[in-house]
């Protein structure tokens, strides 16, 4: 017998920049935004029956309504706004999530001072947010940032690892240590100073990395979670993903050069792959 398992659809890539306009200057948020649905939908797929089927092209419309009605000052809390303003217009639907991304924008400095009506955009870094709500349960709320690219030139070692007749990686008691920093977390409760907490996860983040006395990727990358946890008590769990972004130390020798730790060649694949779930334990 053949059946219809779990399904669910939405839109994605909905782009919507908000500027909000204050008499000494403006503030600029620019959000991703995807909508994912979950409900009574086996009649389309199966019969062809598009009657409980919200258009995704009202998805879409629907995020940039509700952005200009929001009073919401961060991604998480539009993104709960969203995903119950979808519920309780469509009661098809037993699940609504909202995945939220934002590029961050600075005000350019002019004259060594902000300016209030022009920004820059200076990082590949994006922050994230994934927002699920259950029809009569309060939303869960993730976020995370992606792409944090971070790098130390001291502090960091590679030795007494395991060497079989393959291996050809020299040890190593002081290499650089480059990563793009992936990071997801979970809140205890959807209704807390979201933006104030992600600002001192990030923070916390970067300070141990920085501080580390390194002795592998894994290593530090445990140290920085258990930090988090340590000093956020607002968040249950920290996933961490830490790709190695080699750095390799360049051979002068045919030259006739030595190389005191100080030429290297940025290689970005292929590149290790760390990643792991730090939570607390009940």
Not at 50 to 57: E, M, Q, R
Not at 65 to 86: H, P, Q
Not at 135 to 154: C, E
């Amino acid at each position: 017998m053949i059946t219809l398992a779990e399904n669910r659809y939405g839109k994605s890539r909905v782009r919507v920049v908000k500027v909000k306009r204050h008499p000494g200057g403006h503030e600029l948020r620019d959000w991703t935004v995807e909508i994912l649905l979950a409900g009574d939908f086996a009649s389309c797929f199966i019969d062809g029956d598009n009657s409980n089927i919200l258009p995704t092209d009202t998805m879409k419309n629907t995020v940039y309504s509700l952005a200009r009605s929001s009073s919401a000052e961060c991604m998480e809390d539009f993104g709960k706004e969203l995903v119950v303003f979808l519920l309780e217009r469509n009661p098809q639907v037993s699940v609504a999530q909202a995945n939220i991304s934002e590029k961050a924008w600075e005000h350019l400095s002019t004259h060594e001072s902000p300016h209030p009506t022009t920004f820059v955009q200076s990082s590949s870094e994006c922050q994230t947010a994934e927002i699920i709500a259950n029809r009569n349960d309060p939303p869960a709320v993730r976020s995370g940032l992606d792409n944090l690219v971070i790098l130390k030139t001291a502090g960091s070692e590679f030795v007494r690892f395991m060497k079989d007749a393959l291996t050809t990686l020299p040890e190593s008691s002081d290499r650089l240590f480059g990563t793009a920093l992936k990071a997801r977390w979970n809140y205890l409760s959807p209704t807390i100073p979201f933006a104030t907490l992600r600002t001192k996860i990030r923070e916390t983040l970067l300070a141990t990395f920085a501080a580390h006395n390194s002795k592998s990727v894994q290593h530090t990358l445990y140290a920085m979670g258990k930090r988090v946890l340590a000093d956020v008590r607002e968040i249950a769990d920290i996933e961490l993903v830490m790709p190695n972004k080699h750095c390799l130390l360049v051979d002068l020798s045919p030259f006739g050069q030595d190389n005191a730790n100080e030429i290297f060649v940025p290689i970005d694949e292929p590149h290790g792959y760390i990643e792991a779930h730090i939570r607390r334990q009940d």
